[in-house]
């Protein structure tokens, strides 16, 4: 393993990964090149756009309140409810000129350096297929609605579209020192399961939450859950749920503030203290938490996902 800082700083070519290095064994299809963008996107059909319709509707009747600002902002901006599924060169067009990111189209999963790479380029890497009647309330890959209605409004955001790009620079670096699951729970707990601490209550940003229709309620109101300020050393630290409602939620103060607690970091420092596995578990309450709201646990005691528990 590496001993000294590793310093990334040229972002307009893919990373050499050493063979050390793991990366997922995915099979690149042989229509795309090796950046794994689709040449175009797909060509959604009418019954595509009603379920887009459909699961914007839904959202709609549960985020007002409980979604961060920022997030209905750019839901506005953008101009994500005008029906069917958002052409993604009208909508890169938009974004690009409130924050210079743009949208672009991949199959389902594509390898970690590529979607680094493409963050560290303002480029955000969007799920081209929708899913179905029968998947509505729950795929578990994720799909256009969850990519684009869930992550693209904030990133037009400036400190939160800032924050993500210096995410994805930070990605090579992760993978170089064998530490991704660590540099992964963070996206986990900021991006994809934040909260933001907001005058009027705890909001979501976080794109896991905003995309489907029960977490929304849950992270931010349910007395389940943990609700614990955000530290990015121990977030680091700390296992997560794939399958289920999050045990705990990290709330930061600020866009500001999640972009300064990651770039004054010193990753090099943290990747060679850090352990290869997670120190604590996904509902662990430790002594240097500033906790907002101790939670129950009640929803995971009784068994969770298809256990028929409330999520309360
Ligand atoms: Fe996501």
């Known amino acids: 393993m590496a001993t000294t800082a590793i310093k990334e700083q040229d972002f307009s070519r893919l990373p050499e990964m050493p063979e050390e290095v793991f990366t997922a064994p995915l099979r690149r ?89 493409h963050l560290a380029n303002r480029r955000f890497p969007a799920g081209n297929f929708i899913r179905t009647r029968e998947t509505f309330d729950y795929i578990q890959e994720p799909d256009v609605f969850h990519d684009v209605f869930g992550h693209v409004p904030m990133l037009t955001d400036p400190t939160f579209a800032d924050y993500m790009q210096e995410y994805g620079k930070a990605g090579w670096k992760a993978m170089r020192y064998n530490r991704l699951k660590a540099l992964g729970a963070l996206y986990w707990y900021t991006v994809e399961f934040g909260l933001i601490e907001e005058a009027d209550g705890i909001k979501a940003y976080g794109a896991g939450i905003l995309s489907g229709p029960t977490e929304v309620v849950y992270a931010t109101q349910a007395k389940s859950p943990n609700r614990i300020m955000l530290n990015v050393d121990r977030v680091m630290r700390t296992d997560y749920v794939i399958s289920d409602l999050q045990p705990t939620y990290f709330v930061i103060e600020s866009f500001e503030d999640l972009y300064r607690q990651t770039v004054e970091r010193d990753f090099d420092r943290l990747y060679r203290n850090l352990p290869p596995a997670f120190t604590y578990a996904n509902s662990a309450v430790i002594d240097v938490d500033n906790v907002l709201n101790r939670g129950t646990q009640e929803y995971l005691l009784r068994g969770g996902r298809g256990s028929g528990a409330a999520p309360v």
Request: proline share 8%; no cysteine.
């Open 29 to 117: 299809p042989e229509h795309l090149g090796e950046d794994w963008l689709e040449p175009k996107q797909t060509d959604y059909t009418s019954q595509d756009d009603a379920i887009w319709d459909d699961l914007f509707s839904r959202q709609m009747e549960v985020l007002p309140g409980r979604a961060a600002s920022a997030f209905m902002a750019g839901l506005d901006k953008l101009d994500l409810g005008k029906g069917g599924v958002p052409d993604f060169a009208a909508m890169s067009a938009d974004l690009g000129k409130l924050t210079g990111w743009s949208v672009v189209p991949v199959p389902m999963l594509i390898p970690d350096h590529v979607f680094f790479w």
